[in-house]
């Protein structure tokens, strides 16, 4: 069984940096596309980022276009997330999913597996 475990997550004052980590086990990592995805107090869950199963492919959305990169490790089975001049906007839980195929998607409806989350809280 697939599983995915977030870490990395915490309370950061504005300007800040955190790395997120998804680590991956029970499955065929390095052949998946996969995504970080954030649901923010009262909002429903949206995009941030997504990498194809060799990491030669990204793509971000625009309110982290700039500030924030995703990245894998296929030898270690994990994915990451550099988030860099962090806002109070970008408070949310963050969750990484894993698709069924290799490229990169921007749809929830396009993974099949998510993680539990990771708090990220960003003071002012």
């Known amino acids: 069984q697939v599983q995915l475990v977030e870490s990395g997550g915490g309370l950061v004052q504005a300007g800040a940096s955190l790395r997120l980590s998804c680590a991956a086990s029970g499955g065929t990592f390095s052949t998946s596309g996969m995504g970080w995805f954030r649901q923010a107090p009262g909002k429903e869950r949206v995009f941030v980022a997504a990498?194809?199963?060799?990491?030669?492919?990204?793509s971000y959305a625009d309110s982290v276009q700039g500030r924030f990169t995703i990245s894998r490790d296929n030898a270690k089975s994990t994915l990451y997330l550099q988030m860099n001049s962090l806002k109070p906007e970008d408070t949310a839980v963050y969750y990484c999913a894993r698709s069924r195929l290799a490229s990169v998607y921007t749809a929830q409806r396009s993974y099949d597996y998510w993680g539990q989350g990771t708090q990220v809280t960003v003071s002012s």
């Open positions: 990498i194809n199963w060799s990491g030669g492919s990204t």
